[in-house]
Nanobody, 119 residues
Framework: QVQLVESGGGMVEPGGSLRLSCAASGSISSINTMGWYRQAPGSQREFVATTTTGGSTDYADSVKGRFTIARDNAKNGVYLEMNSLKPEDTAVYYC?????????????WGKGTLVTVSS
């Protein structure tokens, strides 16, 4: 089992910045990929960014050049630096981790942290 706890959400004006953090605990050794997804009101959850233990990263086109994902393997954490925020970035942001086991993979989710971009 893996537990994920997010922090760092809040309200910011358009053009501003926020940094989200996610701390993982439990069966940390099973985790390879960690990242972030988001869900805006009335919309489905969508991919934002992921990173692997090897340092590979992937971003949604909508956030490329504005968001940066980073991982601290020593602290079992993943971070999302969000710059040049837009109103359309408003959403609940969920931390994600994928655990790899002998019998397959399992997805883990945090409870989410709200990011509101508004003037």
């Amino acid at each position: 089992q893996v537990q994920l706890v997010e922090s760092g959400g809040g309200m910011v004006e358009p053009g501003g910045s926020l940094r989200l953090s996610c701390a993982a605990s439990g069966s940390i050794s099973s985790i390879n990929t960690m990242g972030w997804y988001r869900q805006a009101p009335g919309s489905q959850r969508e991919f934002v960014a992921t990173t692997t233990t090897g340092g590979s990263t992937d971003y949604a086109d909508s956030v490329k050049g504005r968001f940066t994902i980073a991982r601290d393997n020593a602290k079992n954490g993943v971070y999302l630096e969000m710059n040049s925020l837009k109103p359309e970035d408003t959403a609940v942001y969920y931390c994600y981790a994928m655990g790899t086991y002998v019998l397959g993979v399992r997805d883990y989710w945090g409870k989410g942290t709200l990011v509101t971009v508004s003037s």
